[in-house]
């Protein structure tokens, strides 16, 4: 007798079988393309990349995909020219999540976000952690968008030119872009919505990716030296709340104060010369200098300041205050045209940038030999 097949077991019996034919077809046209089963070797190869390139790319990818989809794209599309495969099957879409700090969460900034994932793509274990360190320290202390960013906006370099003039500089002091962000819209006095603040993000995308590509080049050819040097508040704050010390809280290499502020107050509280009833940065002197120069600037009520000198590509070269308390009043700073390791700068143009409360001021000196 013929045995009956219930409907539940016919389409079990298909589904198998129709199972076993998808497997067929894919196994047979993995087999004719030999690279189905190919895994590429990690790091993938990395080849030198030219850093303006980079840097014209990171900006225009910025519209397509935002902040972390920019850094990242921007990277892997020189890779593809330079290299080819396996960058060439590579989907940079799989960055789209990282914009706004994550799905709009304001966490760790797009931009870095998507450089680090392709520092780590590209670079040996060993290497990952000091060039994303650097990354991420660099981003704290520079000011964005850079001069060259601004530039090209200018002049017509990027294929994408929403809005082509020079844009207020800040430095975030911190990696979060929550922080970031608001830094610079309260300084620029613009809107988070605003085009203005849209191409400085894009700006910043190209310069975050043009400098994660200096230090991969760097590394390339042996070259690369980590130059960051953390601020004094961070040792402050880590000889309690770090591992080793009382509270032993905080596992971050970050500033607390741009977020947290200074909750003890135990910066020195200086004296005012004079009284004064507005912020005031004046112009260095004497200007040009050589060996050393003095700044003044004035508070109307008690600030944390920070003062701190930029090169002009927009590194970080001295921290002279770092969320140091004064009180109302006038007062002066001493630079002796070090560095923050010690080293005597050359000569050549540099910005001084204070930072007291929400009041932020740029100018620049001459230092001559």
């Known amino acids: 007798m013929e045995k009956k097949v219930t409907r539940k077991e016919f389409f079990k019996e298909s589904a198998k079988y129709a ?47 935002g902040c972390a989809y920019g850094a990242f794209n921007a990277i892997i599309e020189a890779l593809r020219g330079a290299v080819g495969a396996p960058f060439t099957d590579l989907p940079t879409e799989i960055m789209n999540y990282g914009g706004g700090g994550g799905a709009g ?59 082509t003039e020079p844009l207020a500089q800040n430095a975030s002091d911190s990696p979060l872009c929550h922080v970031s962000v608001t830094e610079w819209c309260n300084h620029a006095s613009l809107g988070v919505g605003s085009t203005e603040r849209k191409e400085r993000c894009a700006r910043l995308t190209g310069d975050v990716a043009a400098y994660a590509a200096k230090i991969l080049n760097d590394n390339l050819a042996g070259e690369f030296t980590p130059l960051y040097v953390p601020p004094e508040t961070v040792a402050t704050c880590m000889a309690c709340h770090g591992s080793s010390g009382m509270k032993s809280n905080v596992a ?19 004296t005012p010369e004079t009284v004064t009833t507005d912020f005031e ?89």
């Open 252 to 270: 971050a290499k970050m500033d607390c104060e741009p977020c947290h502020g200074d909750p003890h107050n135990s910066s020195d509280i200086k």
């Open 19 to 65: 199972a076993g034919l998808g497997l067929g077809a894919a196994g047979l046209s993995a087999l004719a393309s030999k690279k189905a089963f190919a895994e590429p070797t990690w790091p993938w190869p990395y080849a030198e990349l030219d850093v303006e390139e980079v840097r014209v790319l990171g900006h225009d990818s910025y519209y397509s995909g």
């Open 105 to 163: 969460w304001g966490t760790l900034c797009g931009a870095l976000n998507g450089a680090a994932a392709a520092i780590s793509l590209v670079s040996a274990k060993a290497d990952v952690n000091k060039l994303v360190s650097e990354l991420f320290g660099w981003y704290t202390q520079s000011l964005f968008p850079s001069d060259l960013s601004n530039q090209y906006a200018g002049d017509g370099t990027f294929t994408v030119n929403n809005y």
């Open 281 to 369: 940065l004046k112009q260095n002197y004497p200007n040009p200098f050589n060996p050393e120069t003095h700044i003044q600037f004035s508070l109307p009520k008690s600030e944390a300041v920070t003062l701190t000198i930029y090169s002009l590509d927009g590194r970080q070269i001295k921290t002279l205050l770092s969320q140091q308390r004064y009180s109302a009043g006038s007062h002066q700073v001493k630079w002796d045209g070090k560095d923050n390791l010690g080293n005597r700068v050359s000569s050549g143009m540099y910005y001084y940038r204070i930072k007291a409360g929400n009041y932020t001021k740029v100018k620049n000196m001459l230092l001559v030999k």
